[in-house]
């Protein structure tokens, strides 16, 4: 499969967001915890290992042991200090360290969006898993920095007469339910959030995406520095567009929410077609 991301830029962007430390840029990855935490609380059993894979930040681990239902969990990262002093393992961002059924549940935080190979990533969970094992994730989904997409867009259009990716392409909720069962996983749901964030200017959406590690690592990106000119007119075009009656521009994440259980003989199952014992006829009340 031909590669979309530069992994190696990738994570050295998260350690560079990591040393920079910008107070109140983990806001998107603590609400995603917090739904995580939510989520598992709702589910009726305890996991006795789980993992947190590529996750960057501690919330994801902290999150899931806050629910009492978890008792140890494994970080994964793509690079040791982004363990910052936590035992956990390190592997390359497309593969899960872990041999099959040894986990119980796998979880992933606003990392699968950035997988060369999303297909074969759940894949590789799904095989990680034990049976009645559970995945959890949220990514970037479509519609994700729509606006930062059109405004950029515009921008270079107009100034260059011509214009390369800059955000990267996010995945569309129907599409991404349907990869968990082209993985293999039973009773899969995707749900989307969309979460509505004002700031002062672009440039302060730009800051909180640099501070995340979330900025471009596409490998068809443009080389050439991007200009001052060329942000000057994309934050006025944002600012035409996409700005509130208080002069504040909103940026969307749209976060897709994915689980899915390994199949197992005590899951539900369903009903094979015919075998119901009372007609829809009967139910309805037939006519003569």
């Not at 994440?253 to 009967?282: D, I, M, N, R």
Request: charged share 25%; hydrophobic share 50%.
């Amino acid at each position: 499969m031909q590669p979309i991301f530069d992994q190696d830029l990738m994570t050295a962007r998260k350690l560079r967001a990591l040393r920079a430390a910008l107070p109140g840029a983990g806001f998107l990855m603590d609400r995603a915890a917090e739904d995580l935490a939510e989520r598992l609380g709702a589910v009726e059993r305890r996991f006795g290992h789980a993992a947190a894979l590529f996750c960057v930040t501690p919330a994801a681990r902290a999150a899931l042991l806050a629910t009492g239902k978890v008792d140890a969990v494994t970080r994964v990262e793509a690079d040791a200090a982004l363990l910052s002093g936590e035992d956990g393992l390190v592997s390359p961002p497309d593969r899960v360290p872990f041999a099959a059924e040894s986990i119980d549940l796998a979880v992933s935080l606003l990392s699968l969006h950035e997988a060369n190979d999303i297909p074969g990533m759940l894949v590789q969970i799904r095989r990680a898993l034990k049976p009645d094992g559970l995945f959890l994730a949220a990514m970037a989904g479509s519609g994700t920095l729509g606006e930062l997409r059109e405004s950029l867009l515009a921008a270079e259009t107009e100034i260059s007469d011509g214009a390369g990716p800059r955000v990267m392409p996010f995945t569309d909720i129907r599409d991404a339910g349907a990869l968990l069962q082209r993985a293999g996983f039973a009773l899969p749901v995707a749900d989307v959030e969309a979460l509505t964030v004002r700031y002062e200017s672009m440039f302060g959406l730009l800051r909180d995406l640099r501070a995340m590690g979330a900025t471009s690592a596409l490998i068809a990106r443009s080389r050439k520095p991007a200009t001052r000119r060329l942000f000057a007119r994309a934050a006025e075009i944002y600012a035409e567009r996409f700005s509130d009656p208080d002069g504040r521009v909103r940026a969307t994440f749209a976060l897709v929410w994915l689980s899915g259980w390994v199949p197992h003989a005590s899951q539900q199952k369903p009903l094979q077609p015919g075998s119901a014992e009372v007609s829809l006829a009967t139910v309805l009340g037939s006519k003569d």
